[in-house]
């Protein structure tokens, strides 16, 4: 005799029958949003969405159920962005402990998880301020943060260059440039990232122009 909190197999099968469309919708929006990181940074901004569901493998309809306008999919963008990002700083941090390899390891990473798509990204008309947004960017900044003020504070990084000069420079190495069909533009990005973070490394080899970049810096460019 079944008790009363007993599921019968066919009501347990159907359970399973009825998850399966939303684990196969939550993969088909990881692929959207996936697909149009990857866009943003080939073409820009203001890529076709079709172009996006093609490249995703999903319907133009799918698309839109998932985000009904462009500025509900660059928010998502960005925030996967911010997000994924953040993660590979605190693993650096945990997986190094070297400070500088720490902070060589999260800037070769951020380079793939195509950090520069945020910057023509953060132009367009969508809520900055948003919750989500700032609380990964938050989280991010403290992230890249810590790695620096601990590469500095062993003596690995070089005393005149700030955490602005890092995101700046991360941020201009991993767009590729405009006009330039560069199909295999990781291979130069990693192999030039890697010559900035060896002028990075202390002890100063040169004297920099102008002072440090800070994160209030950026804030204040127009």
């Avoid at 820009?44 to 490249?55: C, I, K, M, T, Y």
């Avoid at 911010?82 to 190094?96: F, G, H, I, M, P």
């Avoid at 504070?153 to 260059?161: F, K, N």
Wanted: glycine share 6%.
């Amino acid at each position: 005799m079944r008790g009363r909190g007993a599921v019968s197999p066919a009501t347990d099968t159907e359970a399973r029958r009825a998850a399966r469309p939303r684990a196969d919708a939550l993969r088909n929006r990881e692929r959207i949003v996936t697909a149009a990181r990857e866009m943003f940074v080939e073409l820009g901004p203001e890529v076709p969405l079709d172009e996006v569901a093609r490249r995703a493998g999903v319907g133009n309809a799918t698309l839109y159920r998932n985000f009904p306008d462009r500025s509900s999919l660059v928010h998502e963008v960005v925030l996967s962005v911010l997000r994924r990002t953040a993660e590979r700083a605190e693993e650096a941090a945990a997986s190094e402990e070297d400070p500088f390899a720490a902070l060589s390891r999260f800037t070769h990473a951020a380079a793939d998880e195509r950090v520069a798509a945020l910057c023509p990204l953060l132009s367009g008309d969508f809520d900055k301020d948003h919750p989500d947004l700032v609380a990964q960017r938050d989280r991010l900044e403290g992230a890249v943060k810590a790695l620096v003020d601990r590469a500095h504070e062993t003596g690995r990084l070089r005393a005149d260059v700030a955490m602005g000069d890092l995101m700046v420079m991360l941020s201009q190495l991993t767009r590729p440039l405009p006009g330039v069909a560069c199909l295999d533009i990781d291979r130069f990005t990693h192999r030039h990232l890697q010559l900035f973070l060896d002028g990075l490394e202390a002890p100063a080899r040169s004297e920099l122009p102008g002072s440090a970049v800070t994160l209030e810096d950026l804030r204040r460019s127009p």
